[in-house]
């Protein structure tokens, strides 16, 4: 009986990775021998003893090697014993269950039991246990005490929709093997039957892989929109709260600076008409004891500087309000083209002597677009990619293109990329790998919305060292 397609539940994938290479290879192999099991699952061939015993011994050496290294690296990195016990625990159950598995006699009841068991360890085990420990040994490595990282991992919870999809799968796999055994037992001649349904199987697998992912696609921008609509919130909340003091601040400023001027002209005043009189040498002694001098040279600069601080404020506020309402929606046709070239001349003045812009696109299809939001966004990336340069020489290129029903538009740099964690925030609200007090973290946050807001997609892939690429796609025609 041939497979007419290959069935993959579990494809290797980050959320697998813990970190420690020699671990994350293990794991890959038992990602593949379920891989493998499932796809002989689906073929509906019965599983030969022989075979199954090869099987069962694969699984005994994974569990001497892997098991071994584990628990040496939980040793060496020094995590709390409460972990390093149940973890060991897990292994001897582990190791258990498959004497058991080995040791039972009728191969029919043993494939699924052993589809669950390599499913269960897989989605259970690696992805909760394992990453845990791993989220334990990198905190203890950042400074953290055992029984702190302990503790802290005790309150981290998993999705339960997660956890519930992969129990599904897991049902599934040892379901399609009970169905496959029943019917190789009841009738060798229904082969050709078996082949058939297995193809459906493997086609409603496949349909329900497309729509857990297209789930999980819409499950992520809902969060993601949600989550910038609370912070939207409440930074238009601050704005509007901070706004009206930072008035009587600024204002109340203003006048201090005249009364001071008068007080000092008054002073002078007063430096003339003692002049000469009997009351002079008083007046200079009580003059110099409050330190007149400095206080009028030091005035005028205090007072600037805190009107900058104030000026300062200003403009956090101002963000924060273009933040919480990033402006009017209504769109127009507009030449996409000319928006860039806006964008570029509008941020050439960051650009640094040696940094090579490269413009890599000619006249663009007019689209349905808010100009001045999207503009913004441009500007914002491009700021972005100067920024990343650092001061230093190097390229930024700006590219864009039609590809399929999209507009792909390119903002790559060669500057210091980001690292995986860096790259995983870069789009929330605040977020900013500048010093405190030069970057506000809402330039990428809002470009985000803005794409967002025309129906588009926005994406990085960076590394460190070897740049970044923001790649924005734009659908040429707005959905009805």
């Avoid at 290479?21 to 002989?40: F, I, P, S, T, Y």
């Avoid at 016990?85 to 494939?111: I, L, N």
């Avoid at 060669?414 to 789009?427: K, L, V, Y």
């Amino acid at each position: 009986m041939s497979i007419r397609s290959s069935v993959a539940p579990f494809c290797w994938a980050s959320y697998f990775e813990t970190g420690f290479g020699e671990v994350d290879a293990q794991h890959h192999k038992l990602v593949d021998l379920v891989n493998v099991l499932a796809q002989r699952a689906a073929s509906g061939i019965e599983i030969q003893p022989a075979e199954l015993a090869k099987v069962l011994d694969g699984l005994a050496r994974y569990a001497l090697h892997h098991f071994a290294t584990e628990e040496a690296l939980m040793e060496e990195a020094g995590i709390d014993p409460r972990h390093i016990q149940s973890h060991r625990k897990a292994h001897a159950d582990f190791v258990t269950q498959v004497g058991e598995m080995r040791g039972a006699s009728d191969v029919g009841r043993v494939v699924p039991v052993l589809y669950r068991f390599v499913t269960s360890w897989l989605t259970f085990h690696i992805l909760d246990t394992d990453q845990s420990m791993a989220r334990q040994m990198r905190a203890v490595a950042a400074g953290a005490g055992p029984a702190e990282a302990y503790d802290a991992e005790s309150r981290h919870s998993s999705d339960p929709g997660n956890t519930a999809l992969v129990a599904a799968v897991r049902n599934l796999l040892g379901l399609v093997a009970e169905r496959n055994n029943e019917l190789a037992r009841i009738n060798a001649c229904l082969e050709e039957r078996v082949s058939e349904r297995t193809a459906e199987l493997t086609a409603a697998n496949q349909t329900l892989q497309r729509t857990l992912d297209t789930l999980q696609d819409t499950r992520d921008r809902l969060l993601e929109a949600d989550k910038l609509a609370a912070v939207g919130q409440l930074a238009a909340g601050v704005a509007h709260e901070i706004n009206n003091p930072l008035g009587y601040v600024a204002s109340n400023l203003g006048t201090l600076r005249e009364y001071a001027d008068r007080l000092l002209a008054l002073v002078d005043t007063a430096d003339r008409l003692v002049a000469g009189s009997g009351r002079q040498d008083a007046w200079v002694a009580a003059r110099d004891g409050t330190d007149l001098d400095f206080i009028r040279e030091d005035l005028p600069s205090l007072v600037l500087e805190s009107g900058k601080g104030l000026g300062r404020v200003a403009e956090i506020i101002h963000a924060l309000q273009d933040f919480a309402s990033p402006g009017p929606t209504e769109v127009s046709p507009q030449s996409v083209s000319a928006l860039l070239d806006e964008a570029l001349r509008a941020t050439a003045a960051g650009r640094r002597p040696g940094q090579e812009v490269v413009r890599s696109y000619g006249e663009l299809p007019a689209m349905a677009v808010n100009p001045t939001l999207l503009c913004e966004g441009f500007k914002a990336l491009l700021d972005n990619a100067c920024r990343a340069l650092g001061g230093g020489p190097g390229k930024i290129t700006l590219r864009a293109r039609p590809v399929g029903e999209n507009l792909v538009v390119d903002v790559e740099d060669t500057g210091c990329g980001m690292d995986e964690a860096t790259r995983a925030r870069i789009f929330e609200p605040f977020f900013t790998t500048r010093p405190v007090g030069q970057g506000r973290g809402l330039g990428l946050s809002t470009t985000y919305r803005i794409v967002h807001q025309h129906g588009g997609q926005i994406e990085v892939t960076s590394s460190p060292g070897k740049g970044s690429r923001f790649r924005v796609s734009l659908p040429l025609r707005l959905p009805s």
